[in-house]
């Protein structure tokens, strides 16, 4: 795809829908693949990340069809995969290769997995770790890096594993496998927050979980029983637009039928406390995932100083958080980020150099950003570093800019958001 212009808009005023969420699509994918019985995901996101996790059960036999936007799934249960004939491809997926190295580590088979390039040079230690002490064999590039070579055992302990950082993959991981272990119970420990939905999913199709705080308990012997499931639109997604919609002057945006679980939606605290007005309507459960329409409207903005404690709860949106800091009047500070340096991206670098090149004023921390504003941005050539959340950052950046922007390498976007730039030019 060629680069994609972007030109800055007087207001916009608009009520839109967003793909279906990246993360519980690809749990909904594990864990139907894995139930028992025949389901079907409806308004799945079809992105490169959560087609990864689609081929991987494929090549490990489960039957998957796909119909507009629904996909049919034909669980067959914890121990109804087969060895794949050849090595599993992640592409830029690290939820595929971090959650599926859990599913495979409890099987009787050896899988290898991969990723591409820039896949190839993110840590899969908090991973692999906990994995090799429940039985697992895996081994790796420099003992961290993908390719990963997996020998499942079937024989898997419980274990009690404190994570040394909050993540949602690594807990995921260890869950995945959890499930697999013939006796006991699992029990992983978070020094803070992350997602829960692969917690969420697990209590809605029938596992024996439970939840204290930060601690999550899955007993063995668990039957996964297949039942529909319905993807709200991701936060992560909307996100983009609520942050348009406060940065474009007389705008107001609604975004429906999203996401809204409230380990997902950080950005609206730090917003919120900047001044922004956004506000949750029609808020309502679905397979046990709370879901809600947004709306947004343009406010002046003042800068803060971010709790690190929140940083889990925004991670994949501080890049937005940036950008919405560079139009707040006074300091913004952000600390306890520094795993933006490990995403597709180093996404500290990669956000404060482009938003730098507009005008920006932000200073680059190991684990963060001092940023002053409010400044006002000016169009330029912008690169995305094959990164969609940057891309996508930086469009909405232009939206709010004096000129034209032109975002290169656009087609990156594909990963999480595949309409994403219709969407944008019919604003």
């Known amino acids: 795809m060629p680069a994609f212009t972007i030109k800055p808009k007087e207001k916009i ?5 967003v793909p279906g969420d990246k993360s519980i699509t690809h749990r909904s994918v594990i864990l139907s693949s894995l139930a028992e019985g025949d389901c079907v995901v409806h308004d799945y996101l079809d992105g490169d990340d959560c087609r990864r996790t689609i081929e991987a059960f494929r090549a490990a036999g489960i039957e998957i069809k796909k119909d ?27 939820t595929t290769i971090r959650l599926m ?20 040079k993110r840590p899969m230690k908090r991973v692999m770790e906990p994995l090799r002490q429940m039985g697992a064999q895996i081994t790796a590039k420099n003992d961290q890096y993908p390719p ?4 499942g055992n079937p024989n898997l302990k419980a274990i009690n594993y404190k994570l040394p950082v909050a993540s949602a993959q690594a807990k995921s991981a260890i869950l995945l496998a959890g499930l697999q272990v013939p006796e006991g119970t699992t029990v992983v420990s978070e020094p803070g927050e992350s997602r829960d ?14 939840v204290n705080a930060n601690t999550v ?3 063995s012997k668990t039957k996964l029983k297949a039942k529909d499931i319905f993807v709200p639109g991701d936060f992560s997604s909307a996100a983009f637009f609520i942050v348009a919609g406060l940065l474009v002057k007389n705008s107001e945006i609604c975004i429906k039928n999203t996401g809204v ?15 922004g007005k956004i506000e949750l309507k029609n808020v309502r459960t679905i397979c046990n995932e709370p879901v809600g329409d947004i709306v947004v409207k343009f406010a002046s903005l003042s800068g803060i100083t971010l709790d690190p404690e929140y940083v889990p709860k925004l991670i994949d949106e501080i890049p937005l958080l940036v950008l919405a800091a560079t139009q707040a009047k006074g300091r913004t500070v952000i600390t306890g980020a520094s795993e933006l340096r490990i995403k597709e991206s180093d996404r500290i670098k990669t956000i404060s150099t482009e938003l730098r090149k507009m005008g920006a004023n ?25 990164d969609h959340r940057i891309a996508m950052s930086m469009a909405m950046a232009g939206l709010c800019a004096e000129g034209e922007t032109i975002i290169n390498n656009s087609e990156c976007v594909d990963i999480s958001f595949p309409n994403f730039w219709d969407l944008i030019s019919k604003l």
């Open 148 to 151: 990963l070579i997996i020998k």
């Open 68 to 94: 507009r936007n629904e996909l049919y799934i034909s669980g067959k249960g914890l121990k109804g995969l087969t060895a794949s004939a050849k090595p599993i491809d992640s592409g830029n997926s690290g």
């Open 13 to 17: 005023h608009a009520s839109i829908t």
């Open 362 to 386: 932000i200073t680059e921390q190991p684990d963060g950003f001092i940023i002053e504003g409010p400044v006002k941005l000016k169009g330029t050539s912008i690169e995305s570093y094959d």
């Open 217 to 219: 308990s899955l007993e």
């Open 197 to 210: 939905h692969t917690e969420r999913m697990l209590e809605y199709l029938g596992a024996k979980i439970k």
């Open 101 to 120: 190295s859990g599913v495979f580590a409890g099987q009787d088979f050896t899988t290898e997995i991969f990723g591409d390039k820039s896949l190839s």
């Open 261 to 275: 679980n409230n380990r997902r939606t950080g950005l609206i605290f730090a917003l919120e406390k900047m001044g």
